[in-house]
């Protein structure tokens, strides 16, 4: 994603959200409470996009997209932080973080759970890079369906593209799955680097090799 959104006047809602309505939700840790403190200025219901507001049909498990605008303390913040938020909320929410001028989206894959449609399972968080406020803005994506908007801000930030024929299921655990074996060989080349017996490093870069060709075909 290169361009800020321009959502639609009509769809603005503009409520400021206490902390403390979150954590009634939702029910974070006191480590996570801290992160809020931290790292949250101050956090906004900014826009509901619905049926009645940009005029498009709900979907299935895609009611409506609330926008969450996030001010930031500094110019970090942490996923558990937004998780919490995304807990606390029974809808799918586009992130809208703000810091020293700029603004990045951060969105993770939220639906209904087969297993019981009261809960949401909500999947590791996609984001974009850092834009500046005063930089180009887009008008939302000709679509015909919530689901379809969902799924447009979330191609517009995942790091992989679709593959042929791929649904978002499937984007999402191939994304998911690359961030695993990505730790993994980060783990590896810092037990490589701290092995003294040759006959271990050869081992363990036979087995990094193995996992950068996962890698690389996840990313394919």
């Not at 913040?77 to 700029?102: C, H, M, R, W």
């Not at 005063?134 to 801000?153: C, R």
């Not at 590896?188 to 701290?194: G, H, K, M, T, V």
Request: charge should be positive; proline fraction near 5%.
């Amino acid at each position: 994603m290169k361009t800020l959104y321009n959502f639609p006047v009509a769809a603005g809602f503009g409520r400021a959200i206490p902390k403390s309505k979150i954590y009634q939700h939702a029910t974070p840790s006191s480590k996570v409470k801290n992160l809020f403190v931290q790292q949250v200025e101050k956090i906004t219901w900014a826009y509901k996009l619905s049926p009645a507001t940009i005029n498009l049909p709900a979907s299935d498990g895609v009611q409506e997209i609330q926008v969450f605008t996030i001010t930031l303390r500094t110019g970090e913040l942490s996923q558990d932080v937004l998780n919490t938020i995304d807990k606390a909320i029974p809808s799918p929410i586009l992130f809208e973080l703000k810091y020293g001028g700029k603004t990045r989206y951060a969105a993770s894959y939220k639906r209904p759970s087969e297993a019981d449609k009261s809960k949401w399972v909500i999947s590791s968080y996609f984001q974009s890079g850092w834009m500046k406020d005063s930089g180009p803005a887009s008008e939302l994506p000709v679509v015909l369906s919530m689901g379809a908007l969902y799924q447009s801000f979330l191609s517009d930030l995942s790091p992989l593209p679709f593959r042929k024929g791929e649904n978002l299921d499937s984007l999402v655990s191939r994304v998911d799955l690359l961030r695993i074996k990505e730790r993994e060989a980060g783990k590896l080349e810092s037990r490589i680097n701290r092995e003294k017996q040759f006959n271990r490093r050869v081992e363990l870069n036979r087995a990094l090799n193995i996992l950068k060709k996962e890698i690389s075909k996840l990313e394919c």
